[in-house]
């Protein structure tokens, strides 16, 4: 098993800061085999592994190692505090709201799956364990959580810059192009973090959905074999796929942004996309969209095929 695995009970103090590639995750579950199992899953993922043996040994950790953990690993049944109880203080405790979090449970039933998505957790595992859709789910968990990271930073650099902007155009067709031109967007918004994670889902589904062609069960297939960036990119090198782009429009109206999206794509079923939906809560992607109409923007419209997003914002003052 992976020596990287210790518990809170043998090591209280022990600090979890070293780096290693993969990230820093925090394991909640009171069945020691169940920790040894997940952490032999991933030895190979190159994280770092700490353990808590129920709810209360969790948010004792999380609060002596507030700024070190990039993933929590959350039992739902457990003695003492239960999962659902250590995910609600998560989300009201402003050190901990940012850090994703994974629900594992024997019996994902709607209304469990449900309460937990309404708490946050948007990820979701099943016992018995699956190897290959615990690495996946952990990848995009550590890859949102990034990717969070990076675009407070681009917002920063950003910020007052396009709150001079009353109306324009924009272009991108890759990746990197849409995740820096949200922060450049959400700059101007009253709430940027929350602005900026929305338009990154967006652009992100314009870019590969819309132009690209990668749908719902692709994008799940690929995360699962950690193949997902490097199809993005070998496909944005095709003659077919070569000259899309995705156009965003924007124009402030009195204390508003309205901003539309438009990609190059044939559309798809948005409307089942729309809310947090448990069915898709197993999987590692399919969330976005419904994270960001209801986290990020006053408003948000879906136009013909669905290949049009329209959105409206609070902007800053």
Not at 187 to 208: F, Q, R, W, Y
Request: proline share 3%.
């Amino acid at each position: 098993m992976n020596s990287d695995v210790s518990t809170l009970e043998h090591s209280p103090e022990q600090s979890i800061v070293q780096e290693f590639i993969g990230g820093r995750l925090l394991v909640v579950d009171d069945e020691p085999v169940n920790l040894e199992i997940i952490s032999e899953y991933l030895e190979d993922e190159h994280y770092r592994v700490a353990a808590a043996n129920d709810g209360m040994e969790a948010l004792e950790f999380l609060d002596a190692h507030a700024t070190e953990v990039d993933c929590v690993i959350l039992d739902r049944m457990m003695p003492r505090l239960d999962g659902m109880e250590v995910l609600r203080r998560m989300k009201s405790d402003p050190r901990f709201q940012s850090i994703p979090v994974i629900m594992q449970t024997a019996a994902a039933n709607r209304d469990q799956v449900a309460e937990g998505l309404r708490l946050g957790a948007y990820y979701y595992l099943t016992k018995p364990y699956h190897q290959d859709a615990l690495r996946a789910v952990v990848r995009s968990a550590l890859g949102a959580a990034r990717m969070r990271g990076d675009l407070q930073r681009r917002i920063d650099e950003y910020t007052g810059v396009l709150g001079l902007l009353r109306e324009g155009k924009f272009r991108c067709r890759t990746m990197s192009q849409g995740r820096a031109l949200a922060a450049a967007l959400a700059s101007a918004c009253k709430d940027p973090a929350a602005a900026g994670m929305g338009l990154v889902e967006l652009l992100t589904n314009a870019i590969e959905h819309g132009n690209l062609g990668i749908d719902f069960q692709q994008k799940s297939t690929l995360l699962s074999e950690g193949r997902w960036e490097q199809e993005i990119e070998a496909r944005l090198a095709l003659p077919e796929y070569s000259s899309k782009v995705v156009e965003v429009d924007i124009r402030r109206v009195d204390a508003s942004l309205h901003i539309v999206i438009t990609d190059e794509g044939k559309g798809f079923d948005w409307e089942k996309f729309l809310d947090l939906d448990e069915s898709r809560a197993l999987h590692p992607n399919g969330r976005g969209i419904a994270l960001a109409r209801t986290v990020s923007f006053q408003h948000i419209e879906y136009r013909g095929a669905g290949n049009v997003v329209a959105l409206a914002i609070e902007a800053a003052a």
